[in-house]
T-cell receptor
Framework: DSGVTQTPKHLITATGQRVTLRCSPRSGDLSVYWYQQSLDQGLQFLIQ???????AKGNILERFSAQQFPDLHSELNLSSLELGDSALYFC??????????????FGPGTRLTVL | DQQVKQNSPSLSVQEGRISILNCDYTNSMFDYFLWYKKYPAEGPTFLISISSIKDKNEDGRFTVFLNKSAKHLSLHIVPSQPGDSAVYFC?????????????FGAGTILRVKS
């Protein structure tokens, strides 16, 4: 158990809908990262937040947005869903305070299925 | 643009023998390289890392080698055990002024046969 929690574990929805994925980081970690893993692909970095501020951005679609709240949990919002958005979405956390590497601890993921 | 590549989708090894997983990268700005292990229905678990200024790091049965000139790293598992059967992801760290991200390869499925 990494200490990172993600809810829900599974989500099934229809095209055009909007969903929210939630992540609680390990106790003491201020940075949260979101990754997407599509079928047979590696994990693709979406976005990093540190203490409520966006710090790094990957190839995140404009239909996707994220935020980190004062209690440090984070939410990833996916809207106007398409079939291709079906994937595993992982959240990770680390103690990282700036632009350097710190070990990232991953949650169990949320499996999103768009029908 | 695949900056981190794992060219072997799968590897099968006999218990007790050495497992060697390989990874190639293209970006010279990566500052750390990592290996993660993943079981089905779980998130990736950190295994071992190496700084870009080192060429070897060892932790128990796991050793990572970095060849900067060839932009290649490898993970050696000796001896391999059935419990090592999992998907192994190579990842590289890219640091910015205020942030950091990991770039992952597509993964290699390791099967250790008893």
């Amino acid at each position: 158990d990494s200490g990172v929690t993600q809810t829900p574990k599974h989500l099934i929805t229809a095209t055009g809908q909007r969903v929210t994925l939630r992540c609680s980081p390990r106790s003491g970690d201020l940075s949260v990262y979101w990754y997407q893993q599509s079928l047979d692909q590696g994990l693709q970095f979406l976005i990093q937040y540190y203490n409520g501020e966006e710090r790094a951005k990957g190839n995140i679609l404009e239909r996707f947005s994220a935020q980190q709240f004062p209690d440090l949990h984070s939410e990833l919002n996916l809207s106007s869903l398409e079939l291709g958005d079906s994937a595993l979405y992982f959240c990770a956390s680390s103690v990282a305070t700036g632009g350097y590497y710190n070990e990232q601890f991953f949650g169990p993921g949320t499996r999103l299925t768009v029908l | 643009d695949q900056q981190v590549k794992q060219n072997s989708p799968s590897l099968s090894v006999q218990e007790g023998r050495i497992s060697i997983l390989n990874c190639d990268y293209t970006n010279s700005m990566f500052d750390y390289f990592l290996w993660y292990k993943k079981y089905p229905a779980e998130g990736p678990t950190f295994l071992i890392s190496i700084s870009s200024i080192k060429d070897k790091n060892e932790d128990g049965r796991f050793t990572v080698f970095l060849n900067k000139s060839a932009k290649h790293l490898s993970l050696h598992i000796v001896p391999s055990q059935p419990g090592d059967s999992a998907v192994y992801f190579c990842a590289a760290s890219l640091s910015y002024a205020y942030g950091n991200k990991l770039v992952f390869g597509a993964g290699t499925i390791l099967r250790v046969k008893s």
